[in-house]
Every structure is written in C-alpha cells, then in structure tokens.
C-alpha cells in the first residue's frame, strides 16, 4: 500500500505532461486547428462567387499537381480545389515551422538526431515514398472509397484528415528529410550519436 501511495504520490507532483511542450509545437497544432476552422467556414460557391478565387486556384494548381487531380476526382470539386489550395499556399510556412521544431527537438533527443548512418538514409527513403505516394495519389483516387469520400465530401474529413493526408504529411515528411542533410552536414548527428553512445557506456 506505501509504495502506491508513493508512485501516485510522485504522479501528483510531477503532473500531466502537455501534448505540445514547445512553441513551435504549439504553433503545429494551432496551425492544424486553424487549418480545420477554415474548411468549415469557406462557402461551398466560393468560386462562382468570388472571381480572385478562381485566379487564385488556377495560380495554385498550376504549380501543385495534386490540386487538379483532387478537383477531378468530382467530390464537391470546387470547396476542395480552393482549400487545398490554400493549404499549399500556406505550405511553405508549416515546413519552416516543421523544420524549427525538428531542429530545435535535438536539445530534446528528438530519436532522429542520433540516428546511425544507415538507419538515417532509411528514414529518409521511408519519408521519400510518402512524398511521392501523396505527390501521385495512384492509392487515394478510387471514388467508390468510402474513406476517401469522407476525406473529400465531409467538412471536417477535410480540414482534419484531408489535411494531414494530403497536406501536412508531405510536408512534414520533406521537413524531416531537410532536418536529415542539415542534421549530417552541420556534424549535429555525428555529435548526438557519440554522445548517446557514451551514455550507455
């Protein structure tokens, strides 16, 4: 019974951890929030509706591929073109963040920073294939899927999963692979993986 008492003594003291314990982890799951607010707030005719959104989507989907193939997949087309469309815009400044966070983790141990050689370049094809399978979608195209139809159909599928599927999963994946080639040429890999290895000495 002490020793219970004890451990939920300690467990009282020492508290919760937060979920997001640094800043830029705050500011991930802000964005992601934020993300997700939007997609219930856009008008299903935004684009029959306001004219600069066309321009702007027409401007976005000529520089991401994934936006026309999500539009012709012809699930509420013109709601998910103008807001996939937004979140690669807003793209470029979730991968800094993603990529400030990554790097500031190695005063945390992020596990990553003191990868060997061998299992690093691993995790860097790992990330590359979710590069490349979100960049061709050829596993997300099937309409009859009924994931894939709330992901694209259902508001909060889309600010949430849709998000994270079609969006933020890349990018982060291309953060981390970014965080890799900085980690190794900065010699901040080779350093965290002497210094975890003299730890288990």
């Known amino acids: 019974m002490s020793i219970q008492k004890t451990v939920k003594a300690e467990g009282k003291a020492m508290g919760k951890e937060p979920v997001f314990k640094t800043p830029y982890e705050k500011a991930a ?3 992601v929030a934020i993300m997700g607010v939007i997609a219930l707030l856009i008008p299903a005719d ?7 959104a066309v321009a702007f989507t027409d401007f976005m989907a000529a520089r991401v591929p994934q936006i026309e193939l999500i539009t012709s997949l012809g699930i509420r087309p013109e709601l998910n073109r103008f807001y996939y469309s937004v979140l690669w815009a807003m793209s470029p400044g979730l991968f800094v963040l993603c990529c400030l966070m990554g790097w500031e983790g190695r005063q945390r141990t992020y596990p990553f920073w003191s990868l060997p050689f061998r299992k690093a370049v691993f995790l860097a094809l790992v990330l590359g ?64 993986i002497q210094l975890h290895a003299a730890g288990e000495r």
């Open 46 to 52: 935004v684009l029959q509706t306001y004219p600069w």
């Open 129 to 192: 294939a979710i590069l490349f399978a979100t960049a061709n979608m050829g596993w997300m195209t099937n309409t009859g899927n009924g994931v894939l139809r709330f992901i694209l159909s259902n508001r909060f599928g889309m600010g949430y999963l849709g998000n994270i599927a079609y969006v933020a999963a890349p990018v982060m994946a291309a953060s981390g692979i970014m965080n890799l080639i900085i980690g190794w040429l900065s010699g901040e890999i080779p350093r965290h």
């Open 29 to 31: 799951g802000a964005y």
